[in-house]
């Protein structure tokens, strides 16, 4: 960040348009309860980066490309930290600010995932007469592999109760579909869904905090915070590079998960095909499910039942039917005693493709702890986040999950939400760009 930026690098930011008026009126505007609410977020999460030593394996110097046929953050390894925000669009905003948002997102987005500050004169090198325009927390950290992905929920398209502000109504494409009610679903419609979502990811919290806090800044008046999730601990392997982790149940979690390096099942199952509306090809859809584990009753069942409850050994993840982690599950094979070695209603035998129809998604969530109850009990879980081409594929295998899958005795899911990742872009072009113009 600030001091590493070369001349050249400035030479190149500053040929870029820029954030707009508006944007560098919200930068002033924002006002002090907003900006102590930021950082007080910001150094409840550098707390937990320094209990779990997170931040000494960070090598501040990884970066993504921003720009390309496809959002960063969904096939790109998944790095170990997480805020994800969902925001809604002001009352009365109209479509060119709408679009002079999405560019002002872009420009700030395109520069903090290569570790510039979020404008040329950033935290240090404004007018000492004004606030900075980046909050500088991320300088000398960044960006650590942080990626920023955008997302467009329905009500973006229409609100529910049939508006369309944006005139985008005729753009929601078929396939858009909510979804369904599962048995032990407990929503909280508050921390659910929103017109746009943002996705940051990083391999240091605090950067990814950064990322949050002065995307949310920069559309002060245009767009509020809906909710937002701090996430720990990748729950899957998006690269067969990557080491399968484990999620707060002490399962190896992402075994079976599609790697990066499976273009043409990505292109099966992630990215939205020429069949869906054109201006959609190449995006996805991200499902999030903030799903609460019971810990404390997890960690009084017996070993054996926590395996069959998944189907796989605890230890290195083996399918209980036999081989090691990556062999795959037979589920005819018996025991001696006749019975199957992979219970029918285990969560491999619920959730495998040779269930559903075929069907698989890349899946890429993050551990939470958001502290406990009156009772003494941890709020934790999973934000299970998921990529698919379409938003049905994810229900028929969630719904045949929620059926009767062992698992779920000691799940609740308490916010589901689904947004449309539009494609990539180009330098030039803003998130989205393909909605307003094809
Ligand atoms: C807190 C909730 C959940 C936990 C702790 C969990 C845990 C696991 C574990 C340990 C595995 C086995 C290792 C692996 O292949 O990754 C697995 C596999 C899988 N899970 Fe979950 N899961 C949860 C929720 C869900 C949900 C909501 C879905 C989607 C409907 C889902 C879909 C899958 C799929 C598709 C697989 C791979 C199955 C295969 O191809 O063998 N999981 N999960």
Redesign the pocket.
């Known amino acids: 960040m600030g001091e590493e930026q070369t001349e050249g690098d400035k030479t190149a930011a500053e040929a870029k348009p820029g954030l707009s008026r508006r944007a560098l009126m919200a930068l002033v505007g924002t006002g002090a309860a907003g900006l102590a609410a930021g950082a007080a977020g910001a150094a409840s999460v550098v707390a937990i980066a320094n209990a779990n030593g997170a931040g000494a394996a960070n090598n501040p110097t990884l970066s993504y490309p921003f720009y390309g046929k496809h959002q960063a953050g969904i096939v790109t390894p998944a790095q170990d930290r997480m805020h994800f925000a969902a925001f809604d669009l002001a009352e009365g905003l109209g479509r060119e600010e709408l679009i002079e948002l999405l560019s002002d997102w872009t420009y700030a987005a395109s520069r903090i995932t290569q570790g510039l500050e979020v404008s040329v004169s950033g935290a240090f090198d404004g007018s000492p007469m004004m606030p900075p325009d980046d909050t500088g927390e991320a300088v000398g950290i960044s960006p650590a592999g942080l990626t920023v992905t955008f997302g467009f929920g329905k009500s973006l398209f229409e609100t529910a109760d049939g508006i369309d502000r944006f005139g985008l109504a005729a753009k929601l494409p078929k396939e858009f579909t909510d979804m369904p009610k599962m048995k032990n679903d407990f929503i909280n419609r508050d921390q659910s869904d929103g017109d746009i979502c943002i996705q940051a990811c990083s391999n240091d919290p605090q950067v990814a905090v950064h990322a949050i806090r002065n995307l949310t800044r920069i559309a002060f008046g245009r767009a509020q915070l809906r909710w937002s999730q701090l996430g720990f601990g990748r ?2 392997s998006t690269s067969t590079a990557q080491e ?1 982790p484990r ?3 002490g ?7 599609l790697h990066a390096e499976e273009p043409e099942l990505i292109d099966e199952h992630v990215w939205i095909s020429g069949a869906g509306s054109a201006w959609s090809t190449g995006g996805s859809y991200l499902v999030a ?1 903030r ?1 609460n ?1 019971t810990i404390e009753v997890w960690d009084g069942v017996q070993l054996g039942e926590q395996e069959r409850v ?3 050994n605890k230890r290195d ?1 083996a399918p209980l039917s036999g081989g090691t982690e990556f062999s ?2 037979d589920f005819t094979a018996k025991g001696e005693d006749g019975q199957l070695l992979v219970d029918e209603r285990s ?2 035998a619920r ?3 040779d269930n ?1 129809d075929g069907i ?2 890349l ?1 890429r969530g993050y551990n939470f702890v958001d502290g406990n109850d009156a009772q003494g009990r941890l709020n934790a ?2 934000f ?1 986040i ?1 990529f698919v081409s379409a938003p049905e594929q ?1 229900a028929k ?2 719904q ?2 929620a059926r009767d899958d062992l ?1 779920v005795e000691y ?1 609740k ?1 308490t916010a589901s939400s689904v947004f449309l990742v539009p494609p990539g872009m180009a330098d030039g072009e803003y998130v989205g760009q393909q909605l307003f113009t094809a």
């Open positions: 729950t899957s399968t999620n707060l149940f399962q190896k979690d992402g075994t079976m998960n499910r799903i584990m998944t189907g796989r993840g795959q599950p969560h491999v959730v495998h493709p559903n698989r998604m899946r879980g999973l299970f998921a994810f295998v969630h045949n999950m698992f799940l899911t």
